[in-house]
């Protein structure tokens, strides 16, 4: 066992900046050696601000530093197959950002190679360390809701593109839109309080409407909008989805947008038991409601709401000093993949997809 790692961040954009450099920082086992980025800029104002690291501005420089143990990948979704496979080629740890690849070819390759390096590739869907989440997981495990048939999210937002042109909303820069962007959480999130049941079959509808005409999109706020190209840019992706999910144990179904023409977010999933039921508010708490002794009864717990970035990044760090696999392990992000690959199959041919 290792007492300490030495770790790159390759990206240092915005996830890297709020999530996993402060996460590093605070660790008692991880040191900082490189921060890269493409943009020679964002790399140095990170060794400036952190005050530790070098800059780099090619990550294949440091693929064979022995010093090196473990890499966070921060960069857009095209590169995380890419780069991941080359460190643990490389003989190094990998946390990947989400969603772990653009299609499920690519995620199955990052798996494939995971296991035949022997590297930890841990995948960034951070609800698995939320305290609210596992405070679910747990009650489904121990009957609280009965036989939990059905589950149901809602990801909508009233307008709120990111980088309208850019690479968020370019196919091929980023495999979709709003569906591999906020569901990949939702669906992980599902899968998991779920005990990650087996897939059986998806049918989905996903609709690129309201960016199209960029120039003239009306929007309510714009995340990563330093991003943005209207002028020149590329929009291809989904803006709004609905999906159905069989799997060997609940059916799971949702209805996402970036961009709908509501002026309501609504960003809750729903867990239905045949004993109770709870809705958990998304990145908040939740309430379970069920029937004791013929009184209908409605529980809202107070919980501890941890940083689940953090929590994330900092068991990413252990493991790697254990040399072991945790719970966002790649074979885990596969099942979340595998429903998005379909739902954007079962779009394009309109049929129900047989997993």
């Known amino acids: 066992m290792k007492k300490k790692i030495n770790v790159a961040v390759i990206g240092c954009g915005t996830i890297a900046n709020s ?4 996460a590093y920082m605070d ?15 964002k790399a140095d104002a990170a060794v400036k601000k952190y005050g530790c690291g070098k800059a780099v501005y090619d990550y294949t420089e440091i693929l064979d530093d022995p010093e090196l143990d473990a890499v966070s990948v921060c960069t857009h979704n095209d590169m995380h197959s890419v780069i991941s496979i080359d460190f643990m080629k490389h003989g190094k740890d990998v946390l990947c950002e989400k969603p772990a690849a653009r299609i499920l070819s690519e995620a199955l ?7 035949e390096t022997g590297r930890i590739l841990s995948i960034g869907v951070c609800n698995r360390y939320s305290n609210a989440v596992n405070r679910i997981k747990n009650m489904i495990e121990n009957g ?20 309208l042109g850019g690479d968020f909303t370019n196919f091929a820069c980023s495999g979709g839109g709003a569906l591999i962007d906020w569901g990949v959480h939702y669906l992980d999130l599902i899968m ?18 309201l960016g199209v005409d960029m120039k003239n999109y009306t929007y309510e706020s714009m995340w990563a909008e330093d991003t943005s190209d209207t002028e020149n840019g590329v929009y291809d992706v989904d803006d709004s989805v609905v999906g159905l999910v069989r799997t060997d144990k609940a059916v799971i179904s949702f209805h996402g947008a970036w961009a709908q023409n509501i002026g309501v ?22 309430t379970y409601y069920t029937a004791k002794n013929g009184v209908l009864i409605q529980e809202t717990p107070e919980i501890d709401m941890n940083n689940i970035h953090r929590s994330e990044v900092l068991d990413f760090a252990e493991c790697v000093c254990r040399g072991e696999r945790n719970r966002n392990d790649i074979r885990y992000a ?10 954007y199959d079962s779009s394009a041919s309109h049929k129900e997809i047989n997993l």
Request: hydrophobic share 35%.
């Open 19 to 22: 999530a996993h450099i402060p």
């Open 144 to 163: 609280d809701l009965g036989e939990v048939f059905h589950v149901y999210a809602s990801f909508r937002a009233h307008r709120s593109i990111p980088g």
């Open 192 to 209: 998991y309080c779920l005990n990650d049941p087996n897939v059986l079959t998806c049918s989905g509808e996903a609709f690129c409407k």
């Open 27 to 41: 660790s008692p086992v991880a040191e900082i050696k490189y921060f890269c980025d493409i943009i020679p800029e």
């Open 109 to 115: 390759e990052m798996e494939k190679v995971s296991y």
């Open 334 to 343: 596969i099942g979340t993949s595998k429903i998005m690959q379909a739902i």
């Open 265 to 286: 977010n609504e960003t809750y999933i729903d867990f239905m038991g045949d004993k109770g039921g709870i809705r958990l508010q998304y990145g908040g708490g939740f």
